[in-house]
């Protein structure tokens, strides 16, 4: 059986990574091709960590519970899903979001 292949996010700051993530995760729950039994790990990690402590564990340990939770969730979902997901978030969309000006302070982004 061939190795499944890692996932790989780009270089990117923790918070882009985790922001990532986080947006992969919603649109894997909101894909119908995602069983629905998948759908109940981030689901569950997510009333886990709202609900009052039933098990008397530290902040640590609930932070583990839901980060397990939510990395089981992209790894059990189907690869070809996921990808595609990731290439739609990775893509990057060409132009700005202002017209630009002769009189403008700023230069422009470098690409």
Known sequence: ???KPKMKFPNRSL??????????????????RVPWYLKLLPLGAM??????D???????DDTVIVGLGFYL??????REVVD????????????????ESETDPLPPPRG
């Open 1 to 3: 059986m061939a190795e």
């Open 15 to 32: 918070v882009e990574a985790l922001t990532l993530r986080g947006r992969l995760i919603l649109r894997l729950l909101r894909d119908p």
């Open 47 to 52: 009333v886990y960590l709202m609900a009052p």
């Open 54 to 60: 039933l098990l008397p564990l530290n902040p640590l």
């Open 73 to 78: 969730f992209v790894e059990l979902c189907p």
């Open 84 to 99: 595609e997901h990731m290439k739609a978030l990775n893509r990057v969309v060409p132009g700005t979001w202002r017209e």
